[in-house]
């Protein structure tokens, strides 16, 4: 298996923009992640999915940010409008049950100019 | 609310010694706690795990202990090598949910 993919790699937009970020998860694995990492707050849960169900969205920044997982092996993260603080690192990782290793993405560089 | 507490940020050793990370926790409902390692440009990649029912795990040179009672748990690395430079985080499950809290990171370099 590829591992969890993550596309782009690389995303630079200007504040205002919606920016779109995407994940393929290992497949046969059931919950799927999305995080955030920055220098200040570190590692960050946003959302997380089981069977392509959110679970728990508690620490979605605010309504800008939205999280959809329409079929088992893609999901997407989504920022409209983005703002230069939402810049970081954002990553999707996978796992096949609870308390289960997680398995990350290289996740995505978001700059927000 | 959940947190996770991680010392040192940064731990500086000479190859060949021992390093130790230490995390506490504050849900006396967490059950497992993973340790992940991340290189430059990577993502987290697990290196060990620990669920509440034991108290000590080893994996070749790492080991991790955890003290329920304290609500605290370390990571242990042994006769490190310069590949052992990276940023770890340690984690631990929120209440019975699917959800990790990480600490902030320790960054780790080996000098050979």
């Known amino acids: 298996d590829a591992g969890v993919i993550q596309s782009p790699r690389h995303e630079v937009t200007e504040m205002g923009q919606e920016v779109t970020l995407r994940c393929k998860p290992i497949?046969?694995?059931?919950?799927l992640f999305w995080y955030r990492q920055t220098m200040m707050r570190g590692l960050e849960l946003l959302i997380y999915f089981n069977n392509n169900v959110p679970i728990d969205d508690s620490g979605m920044p605010e309504d800008r940010f939205s999280a959809k997982m329409p079929n088992a092996s893609f999901s997407t993260l989504k920022i409209q409008p983005s703002e230069p603080r939402d810049s970081a690192v954002y990553f999707c990782a996978s796992a096949t049950t609870f308390y289960n290793e997680q398995f990350f993405g290289p996740g995505t560089r978001l700059t927000v100019l | 609310g959940e947190n996770v507490e991680q010392h040192p940020s940064t731990l500086s050793v000479q190859e060949g010694d021992s390093a130790v990370i230490k995390c506490t926790y504050s849900d006396s409902a967490s059950n497992y706690f993973p340790w992940y390692k991340q290189e430059l440009g990577k993502g987290p990649q697990l290196i060990i795990d620990?669920?509440?029912?034991?108290g000590e795990k080893k994996d070749q040179r790492i080991a991790v202990t955890l003290n329920k009672t304290a609500k605290h748990f370390s990571l242990h690395i042994t006769e490190t090598q310069p590949e052992d430079s990276a940023v770890y985080f340690c984690?631990?499950?929120?209440?019975?949910?699917?959800?990790?809290?990480f600490g902030q990171g320790t960054t780790l370099q080996v000098k050979p």
């Open positions: 497949s046969g694995h059931d919950y």
């Open positions: 984690a631990a499950s929120f209440r019975n949910t699917g959800k990790l809290i």
């Open positions: 620990i669920r509440s029912n034991v």
